[in-house]
């Protein structure tokens, strides 16, 4: 059977699909119970689900939850096509491009719950400004300056309670898996 060595830990390629089915069909789930932009306030599932895909996955993990979710959302909510599609992708990318960038993952494959709870809330923050921007620019949402203030509060927010909460269960509870 083919092996991918992540992290420390080797991982078929059929149970690197399956990881990836299965957070990429919880993201979905998670976004389709509320309407948005209610939804944005609640994205801290969200950032668990693709911080441990990076884990888990590899380096593209949260990306590649965000093209699978992103697919499955826009099909559901098709009056935001094509924007939900591409802001799944940007917020994975994100969440992706932090980690790497902060070095959140520590030599002993657990990871840095300070780092961990910069990384996603700064990967919400700047999907959650780019997302309200871009929709507000081509019309889709109305511009309403006190709805996309606790927005974006709530959702830097729920970026430093994911990484918080991440970082309990990555360590706690997963990081003996991965060794």
């Not at 957070?23 to 689900?49: C, E, R, T, W, Y």
């Not at 924007?83 to 799944?88: E, G, P």
């Not at 840095?112 to 919400?124: E, P, Y």
């Not at 309403?144 to 990555?170: D, E, F, K, R, S």
């Amino acid at each position: 059977m083919l092996q991918i060595k992540l992290y420390g830990g080797n991982l078929s390629v059929s149970r690197k699909v399956s990881i990836i089915a299965i957070l990429s069909i919880a993201v979905f789930i998670s976004k389709i119970f509320l309407p948005s932009p209610i939804d944005k306030f609640m994205i801290v599932f969200q950032g668990i689900l693709f911080a441990l895909a990076n884990f888990t996955v590899g380096r593209i993990g949260g990306t590649l939850i965000g093209v699978i979710s992103g697919l499955f959302t826009q099909f559901w909510r098709p009056v935001f096509i094509p924007f939900t599609f591409i802001f799944a992708v940007f917020y994975g990318f994100m969440i992706d491009c932090f980690i790497s960038i902060l070095k959140v993952k520590t030599p002993s494959t657990s990871v840095n719950t300070l780092r961990l709870m910069i990384a996603l809330s700064l990967s919400t923050a700047i999907v959650g400004v780019a997302s309200m921007y871009v929709t507000v620019m081509v019309g889709v949402m109305p511009w309403a300056p006190a709805v996309y203030l606790m927005i974006l509060i709530g959702g830097t927010l729920n970026g430093v309670a994911a990484g918080y909460l991440t970082a309990q269960i990555w360590n706690k509870y997963l990081v003996k898996k991965w060794k």
